[in-house]
């Protein structure tokens, strides 16, 4: 009797939906095949987790391969990242594809590469800062570390489990462009973002305030300065957090309207050419004394022209540039500007340190590169390049449980990285998650320094833009260099920096850790 008036309600619910299916005038698919249409939304909802598990090959998923993320979540488990039985690329085939070149006798390594030490930072082969003699000018620890991503498009639980981390691999952590929030303040080492919409540092008209930014300069630990011209997901529009993500909280921290879009500007108002930019810049060094430097996507090249141009003059200038690829992530943007606006990360970079190259500026700036860099062939490219090292933003996610489920823009991450709901964000554990983030920061530095040896050098940055050649079609290939258009000692070190980061890794590991020069 039970089951008989259970299948009579249910038949029940079930007509409800037929007839509602039958009037309804929104979707033709249901109106025309009532109940079962509603299977084809059911598979449309679930398409990305049936393809990311069931459809596709090891190597056709993007933004990140079934490789690649396999990849990062067993490094940061301390799990066996090896794989057998070869590759499965099509390494004759695979256009674009990239080729370091190990050398057979390296003599010059073995006197500076001692046994690895896998807790050991990576520094950095410059000094930020140096060059324009900042008060607060230091070396960094890491060459690698984590990239911008707001307290708002990420969870607080997130956030905590990435700064956690950093400061467990002696790396440093961006803020972001959404200020500085209560889980950046948990040891590690921070970047302050300032960017379009000045939050944290802003009056209530939005407008730029020194004195605001000075206080929370002092209030943590800021190693340095980053303003934040554009990004690579979303080149030419401001910052955009959905009204779904903004919590009162949030909106506290910002200044901003609880629960609606916040959309930050797409242009400073702080200054509107590069003279004024730069002007910016000395500013805040004069004020804060720490290191300044500017991220941005790379489009029309006049203003890299320009910016290099005036900082030949040698009275002003940035101490570094980040380099955003158009393949970088972000929580929310239009798709058009995800696929179609600002060049990919290699060309854009090889541009804009070709132009810094041409008057002879590269060894008084620190390059940094950002744009799917998390992975050690990438990241090699990089350095071979010129970066003098690299962000990871996405790949710190997936480091922390992140599953490419891409809704970030939705307030719904089912592995609560890139939501404000509660709910959900409880599922992230800081104090488990910011081992893993060490972990994989700790890993891709050791990939680096086994890639390095194998090409015969002590150091990523040492690597150069010969070392590598690139699939050019079947059967052919080109280096770095004659790709990109390098000149003879583009993307190499001055003989004094090479000499003194080679000195460096082989002095005593606490000589390689000391983060002040």
């Not at 499965?88 to 590469?113: I, P, W």
């Not at 998390?374 to 997936?398: H, S, T």
């Amino acid at each position: 009797m039970r089951v008989r008036s259970i299948g009579v309600a249910a038949a029940a619910a079930l007509a409800v939906v037929v007839a509602r299916d039958l009037v309804q005038k929104k979707h033709a698919l249901l109106r025309t095949f009532p109940l079962i249409g509603h299977a084809r939304y059911l598979l449309e909802t679930i398409g990305p987790e049936l393809r990311q598990y069931i459809v596709t090959s090891n190597d056709e998923e993007r933004p990140f391969t079934r490789d690649q993320r396999s990849w990062i979540y067993a490094s940061a488990k301390s799990e066996n990242n090896y794989f057998g039985f070869g590759t499965d690329n099509d390494v004759e085939h695979m256009q674009g594809h990239a080729y370091l070149k190990q050398r057979t006798f390296a003599e010059a390594l073995s006197e500076a590469q001692g046994p690895h030490d896998p807790q050991a930072p990576l520094p950095c082969a410059k000094v930020l800062g140096g060059p324009r003699g900042r008060a607060k000018a230091f070396r960094p620890a890491s060459v690698v570390n984590i990239s911008a991503m707001s307290f708002g498009s990420l969870s607080g639980a997130a956030i905590t489990a990435l700064n956690k981390g950093a400061e467990q691999a002696g790396a440093m952590h961006n803020t972001g462009e959404g200020g500085l929030s209560p889980y950046h303040r948990n040891g590690g080492d921070l970047i302050l973002q300032i960017g379009t919409a000045y939050f944290g540092c802003r009056n209530e008209d939005g407008s730029f305030n020194l004195d605001k930014l000075k206080a929370v300069v002092a209030s943590a630990p800021v190693k340095a300065l980053e303003i934040k011209l554009s990004q690579g997901a979303k080149p030419g529009l401001g910052g955009m957090l959905p009204g779904a993500k903004v919590t009162q909280e949030i909106a506290d921290i910002r200044g901003i309207p609880v629960g609606q879009d916040c959309a930050s500007p797409s242009r400073h108002t702080a200054f509107g050419d590069v003279d004024s930019m730069l002007d910016f810049v000395e500013l805040l060094a004069a004020e804060t004394g720490l290191p300044v430097g500017i991220k941005s996507a790379v489009g029309e090249m006049g203003f890299w022209r320009e910016l290099a141009k005036l900082m030949a003059r040698g009275d002003r200038g940035v101490d570094f540039i980040t380099v955003d690829g158009g393949e970088g992530g972000t929580g929310a943007a239009p798709l058009t500007f995800a696929d179609s606006v600002s060049l990919p990360f290699r060309m854009g970079f090889s541009r804009v340190y070709g132009t810094f190259a041409e008057l002879g500026l590269t060894d008084d700036v620190v390059f940094i590169g950002s744009g799917k860099l998390g992975l050690p062939e990438n990241a090699a490219v990089a350095f071979a390049l010129g970066a003098d090292m690299i962000n990871v933003a996405r790949e710190a996610m997936l480091s922390i449980g992140c599953i490419q489920s891409q809704k970030c823009h939705t307030d719904k991450c089912p592995t609560g990285v890139a939501t404000q709901n509660q709910w959900l964000a409880r599922g992230v554990d800081p104090a488990s998650k910011s081992t893993r983030t060490a972990t994989y920061l700790r890993t891709l530095r050791k990939e680096l320094t086994k890639l390095s040896s194998a090409v015969g050098v002590a150091h990523p940055s040492l690597i150069t833009a010969t070392d590598i050649e690139i699939l050019n079609g079947d059967y052919d290939a080109r280096t770095l260099a004659a790709a990109y258009g390098y000149k003879d000692g583009w993307g190499e070190l001055g003989p004094h920096l090479a000499e003194e980061i080679t000195a460096l890794l082989a002095a005593k590991p606490a000589a390689v850790r000391e983060p002040v020069v």
